[in-house]
């Protein structure tokens, strides 16, 4: 357990991120994770592992603030995503003056169900996390029976829905975004490049619907087990099938340099390679001179790079490409905290505002199903960096 210290002074540091993307959670104007069947591992940051989030021993006795729990894994393979998600939750306390809630952070990789039980005992009112789709669901039924919402960091739409808010990137929504803007450059027919488990099944299903939806002609499908044997196998038969004119690779970038030169050994050497947000973990995609041209949906950039320098001035490291999930879910949970009276329940409905939210990431609400919308920009693979050639929109249509 962790807690996290508020300094008023820091908010003087503060590089303006709430002022440039109205980080304060203004209303925005109508208009995933490693999980069970984890997507190759994250890439470990520039520098050597950050220290733990500041602590300080015990827990005070507060009367005239709510308490907020950060359900991250502090130990263990997964420990540098958590601590940067509990860094950056402690940033937004402190960049935006959090003076109605206190945050702990909680261990899940010592047992998210006892992680859970422990923040109820202390009086925590609203969970941010776990990051696992196993621990969510572990912690869910907890959080159910003492009517405390939990605010996931996993990207496992399954795991959503009473009481629990996913609010990791979603493949699905990577997909069709990705899938309409290449209609919108006439791109007709469609292939996919699928890995075998969870991840894979959830991304053949978005891609089946986005083209269906977009009015294009999906031609060709194949699935491989991540060995670079089934991985060639299966570009084999893809490009046996049916001519494309783009392919979606529906796993990490590092994959789809493995698969694309094969791509074009075969008739559809031309056709454009498409990716997911998994691509956003990536730290050197210019590098990749075989994904050059190719096209991926994530959340914008722009906020997060503050974030990202202000980070590393204070923690002298670089944050897991995740840590902007911790900030914005305190940014959230510090506009809800106006109208949460010490000592009573969350007020739930604040998290499902039809109108939604601006973070650090952009645009986002929370659909009746417990998942975030997100407005996402499509990015391009050049020489130079990686280009946004259809930016996300500022607002949602109802």
Not at 34 to 53: A, I, K, V, W, Y
Not at 230 to 259: C, F, H, K, M, P
Request: proline residues 7%; contains cysteine.
């Amino acid at each position: 357990m962790a807690e996290q210290l508020h300094r008023p002074q820091a908010r003087r540091s503060f590089l303006g991120i709430a002022a440039a993307a109205g980080l304060a959670l203004a209303l925005v104007g109508c208009q995933v994770v490693p999980d069970r069947q984890r997507p190759p591992p994250l890439p470990q940051p520039e520098e050597e592992p950050e220290q733990p989030p500041e602590t300080i021993p015990g827990l005070p006795r507060d009367e005239t603030r709510n308490r907020v729990a950060v359900l991250v894994p502090l130990t263990g393979p997964n420990a540098g995503v958590g601590r940067s998600i509990a860094n950056a939750a402690n940033l937004a306390l402190l960049d935006a003056g959090g003076e109605r809630i206190r945050i702990t952070i909680y261990d899940t990789a010592r047992g998210a169900e006892a992680a859970a039980n422990e923040a109820l005992g202390q009086g925590n009112g609203l969970f941010l996390g776990p990051l696992l789709a196993e621990n969510v669901e572990a912690v869910a039924p907890i959080a159910r029976r003492a009517r405390v919402p939990v605010i996931a960091f996993s990207n496992d739409v399954a795991v959503a829905g009473n009481g629990v808010y996913v609010m990791g990137f979603n493949p699905g929504q990577s997909i069709e975004r990705v899938v309409k803007h290449a209609r919108s450059q006439n791109v007709e027919r469609f292939a996919g490049l699928i890995p075998s488990g969870d991840y894979g099944q959830r991304a053949s299903q978005a891609l089946i619907e986005a083209v269906e939806k977009s009015g294009g002609r999906m031609v060709a499908m194949q699935t491989y087990d991540r060995s670079p044997a089934s991985l060639r196998a299966a570009v084999t038969r893809l490009n046996g099938q049916s001519e494309y004119d783009a392919v979606l690779i529906a796993d990490s970038a590092r994959i789809a340099v493995q698969a694309a030169p094969l791509i074009r050994s075969g008739p559809s050497r031309n056709a454009r390679i498409l990716g997911t947000e998994l691509w956003k973990t990536e730290t050197n995609l210019a590098g990749q001179a075989a994904l050059r041209g190719a096209w991926f949906a994530a959340v914008p950039d722009a906020m997060f790079n503050q974030l990202r320098t202000r980070y590393r001035a204070r923690y002298k490291v670089t944050p897991y490409r995740l840590a902007s999930l911790g900030y914005d879910s305190v940014l959230l949970t510090m506009r809800a905290a106006r109208d949460w009276r010490v000592g009573r329940v969350f007020p739930e409905a604040a998290i499902r505002s039809a109108e939604g939210f601006t973070g650090v990431d952009g645009a986002f609400r929370f659909g009746r199903d417990g998942v975030a919308d997100r407005a996402l920009e499509v990015q391009q693979i050049n020489a130079d960096g990686v280009a946004a050639v259809s930016p996300a929109p500022k607002s949602f249509e109802r």
